[in-house]
């Protein structure tokens, strides 16, 4: 073989060696970039969860803050809706005609057996007919007048009794609390 055809063979080997390399990186390199993708892809996807995560999340704080809000405010609403009734209620009571208001004071006497009692007016009390109280139940009233719009308190014996308008109504109001709260809420 000649110089000239052992230089050709060589360099055509050489070539064809380069391009097997090259080929061969290139395959590495596929390979790699294909791996490279994969984690990147697998990072993006991470990434991706936990900001939906924290979406989610802050969508959830800003959800329940809002509910808890609104909560509140219903309740501000539901509770002036219950002052206001209980205003009613004893403008009602203290609007009724004496004769008729009395009677009712009669009959929580009766029932609460506060003969011969000692009567302690309220401050705001105006309408009660305490001397035919007196003499109908032997009771005793007092000078002194306590805090309160109507009624009063009975002492007989050690026992002390609020029959005072304000803590009446209030009883009244809280033992039927939840019938309130559902007329409220219209859930009725």
């Known amino acids: 073989m000649s110089l000239q ?51 989610a999340a802050e969508e959830y704080a800003v959800l329940s803050k809002e509910r808890l809000f609104f909560k509140s405010e219903m309740t501000r609403i539901e509770n002036e809706a219950i002052e206001l009734v209980k205003r009613k ?24 057996n506060l003969s011969g009692a000692k009567l302690i007016p309220a401050k705001g009390e105006s309408k009660l007919d305490f001397e035919k109280l007196k003499k109908k139940y032997k009771l005793f009233v007092a000078e002194e007048k306590v805090d309160g719009e109507g009624g009063f308190i009975a002492e007989k014996g050690q026992f002390l009794l609020d029959l005072t308008l304000d803590t009446l109504v209030k009883e009244a109001i809280e033992n039927n609390l939840s019938q309130i709260a559902q007329i409220l809420r219209g859930e009725t």
């Open 5 to 55: 055809k052992i230089l050709e063979k060589l360099e055509h080997e050489k070539a064809e060696r380069i391009r097997q390399i090259e080929q061969e990186y290139e395959e590495k390199f596929e390979k790699l970039a294909q791996i490279e993708k994969e984690k990147f892809n697998a990072w993006k996807e991470e990434k991706l969860k936990k900001f939906e995560q924290t979406i």
């Open 89 to 112: 209620l004893i403008e009602v009571l203290l609007n009724l005609p004496k004769d008729t208001y009395t009677s009712i004071w009669e009959e929580l006497i009766e029932k609460e």
